[in-house]
């Protein structure tokens, strides 16, 4: 892929004067680049080694402040250090910054160098790491849906979230006409990804006023989550140099559709796709079936993963293509597993549940530990659902709210082995963290039904 950059080619884009500035990030809980822009001359000649950040950024929420209960890192404990350690194997250009280049770092603690355990980055390499002790690799693409808006982010805040207005006029799935009128936008979201190095498949409008779509190709776990955290952090800034905003929040309107994050899976082996088997009338291979049955049967426990704000379950709502059930089908919209490929050799699993609010590492991290669990415990998967599964009573519900997603995760006996206690506790905190400020504020809903009238 162009955009790509070894050490030495940005040593010699800096000593040549294109680089002057290397944004050394990391991504945090909530799946955000954060960070430090260094002067491209230093990076080069020093930070590469490493750097330094406050401990807070890996127990902090969406408005950085410092909740209690987190065994890292606390008031108590003093808030001290990580190192950050840039992977020089993610280093690319970011175009649509002038003179800008990029890379993702790990995590270390700030003495032993150890990776941190609850970095989203370190959680999914731990499961792609046992996977590989199995002998597979996993494939992964993530769907990002967002809305964008006539307004920039700075009037759509001083008008106190109430002038936000849509950049269509009406639904736009798959409509050439309106996305032309966004290609001021949209075109240079794909083009600059493209030329960073995201291998950029497709944009398209989707079933909503101002809702996008932007697919990107499948690839391995880490490159799809590093993908998936540059273009979301891509399409929020060229939105922003274009005077528009773009929103990932999954139901930023109860009346219309939300926006969510699909996650396509499959494994490989020695670089043919493990999950095909000509012989069966699906083309799944059992390795799939098994994989399937773990994905299916813990997805409650998970599911926190994939929908992580009180916001995220406003999205689950039957007839907007938003599932509601935790089974799975072929090619069918209304469940909450899509078989897609079927008797191809691209076969591969779909989950529909994760809102675009998703945090790509962790969401992935999680399936595959599902699906691991399933192929170790070879769990038998339950016949396909047919018809709308919207209402079909005896399928499984997705947890429909936050709390009771929080105790899902909690209670979780196979994501603590595969995570790690330490791991559960900390997100469990901040799960309900979340809770507890939405508990505490009184939203415009509470005044406007009876300021008056109670
Ligand atoms: P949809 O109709 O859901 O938009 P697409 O055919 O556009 O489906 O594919 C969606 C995503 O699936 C793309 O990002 C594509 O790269 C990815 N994909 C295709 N084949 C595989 C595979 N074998 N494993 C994982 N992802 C895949």
Redesign the pocket.
């Known amino acids: 892929m162009p955009g790509i950059l070894s050490f030495d080619d940005l040593k010699s884009l800096v000593a040549n004067g294109t680089i002057d500035t290397v944004l050394t990030c990391l991504v945090d809980m909530q799946g955000r680049l954060m960070g430090k822009r260094f002067h491209a001359v230093n990076f080069v000649e020093n930070s590469y080694k490493e750097t330094h950040c406050c401990n807070y950024l890996l127990a902090t929420d969406l408005e950085m402040a410092t909740p209690e209960g987190y065994a890292s890192s606390s008031w108590q404990s003093g808030y001290g250090d990580y190192v950050m350690k840039p992977d020089l194997g993610t280093i690319r250009l970011m175009p649509w910054l002038e003179g800008t280049a990029m890379v993702l770092c790990d995590i270390l603690d700030h003495h032993t160098h150890e990776p941190i355990s609850h970095s989203p980055r370190t959680i999914l390499k731990k499961q792609v790491t046992r996977l590989k002790t199995l002998g597979f690799d996993a494939?992964?693409?993530t769907?990002l849906e967002f809305f964008l808006f006539e307004q920039s982010f700075d009037d759509i805040r001083k008008s106190g979230f109430r002038e936000m207005r849509p950049i269509s006029g009406y639904n736009e799935d798959y409509h050439i006409l309106q996305t032309t009128k966004e290609e001021g936008v949209m075109r240079p979201i794909r083009n600059h990804l493209f030329a960073a190095g995201i291998p950029i498949?497709n944009s398209k409008g989707e079933a909503e006023t101002g809702q996008e779509?932007l697919?990107?190709?499948?690839a391995d776990a880490l490159d799809c989550a590093d993908h998936h955290t540059i273009a979301k952090h891509a399409v929020k800034e060229i939105a922003w140099q274009q005077g528009r905003a773009a929103t990932f929040l999954p139901k930023w309107d109860h009346t219309k559709v939300g926006s969510s994050s699909?996650v396509?899976?499959?494994l490989w082996q020695g670089g043919e796709?493990a999950?095909y088997d000509k012989s069966d009338n699906l083309g799944m291979s059992d390795l799939m079936r098994h994989y399937m049955a773990g994905l299916i049967a813990y997805s409650p426990d998970y599911t926190y993963f994939l929908a992580p704000y009180v916001n995220s379950y406003k999205r689950f709502s039957k007839g907007t293509f938003a599932p509601t059930k935790s089974v799975w089908s072929v090619d069918n919209r209304t469940a909450g597993f899509r078989l897609?490929?079927d008797g191809t050799k691209?076969?591969?699993v779909?989950c529909r549940i994760g809102g675009s609010d998703i945090n790509p590492y962790l969401a992935q991290a999680v399936m595959l530990a599902a699906g691991i669990k399933g192929i170790e415990d070879k769990m038998k998967l339950a016949p396909a659902t047919t018809g709308d599964v919207y209402e079909d009573s005896k399928a499984a519900d997705i947890p429909q709210t936050l709390r009771m997603a929080t105790e899902k995760l909690r209670a979780s006996e196979f994501l603590r082995t595969a995570l790690g206690d330490d791991v559960v506790d900390h997100y469990t905190r901040a799960a309900e963290w979340e809770q507890e400020e939405f508990d505490r504020v009184v939203t415009d809903w509470e005044i406007a039904r009876g300021f008056e009238r109670a």
């Open positions: 494939m992964m693409a769907e498949e779509e697919n990107i190709r499948y699909h396509h899976q499959s796709p999950f897609c490929g691209g076969v591969r779909e």
